[in-house]
Nanobody, 115 residues
Framework: QVQLVESGGGLVQPGGSLRLSCTAS????????MVWYRQAPGKERELVAH???????SYADSVKGRFAISRDNAKNTVYLQMNSLKTEDTAVYYC?????????WGQGTQVTVSS
């Protein structure tokens, strides 16, 4: 079974930065769609960023210009660089691979933005 392990979350002050990592237990080389989602308390899970096999990216309006998704196929890892963090970015962040369906979700990594 494919496993996705997210890491890099933590507590950061508003305006700070974090870099999240997501490592898959299989090669991601052939997977077209890799995504980061987040879920804040009491809210539905929302798409944050998406990267395709060719490197093209798309972002939620709320994070555009502040977050950057990237992938390292050699390391089977997807990253989410988060800059200029805001309190409303507080959530559990999850990565996934979309191949007609999503793979089983991992545990996620908690990001808390607070002064």
């Amino acid at each position: 079974q494919v496993q996705l392990v997210e890491s890099g979350g933590g507590l950061v002050q508003p305006g700070g930065s974090l870099r999240l990592s997501c490592t898959a237990s299989v090669s991601i080389f052939s997977f077209n769609h890799m995504v980061w989602y987040r879920q804040a308390p009491g809210k539905e899970r929302e798409l944050v960023a998406h990267i395709r096999i060719g490197g093209s990216t798309s972002y939620a309006d709320s994070v555009k210009g502040r977050f950057a998704i990237s992938r390292d196929n050699a390391k089977n890892t997807v990253y989410l660089q988060m800059n200029s963090l805001k309190t409303e970015d507080t959530a559990v962040y999850y990565c996934n691979i979309y191949a007609d369906v999503f793979l089983p979700w991992g545990q996620g990594t908690q990001v808390t933005v607070s002064s």
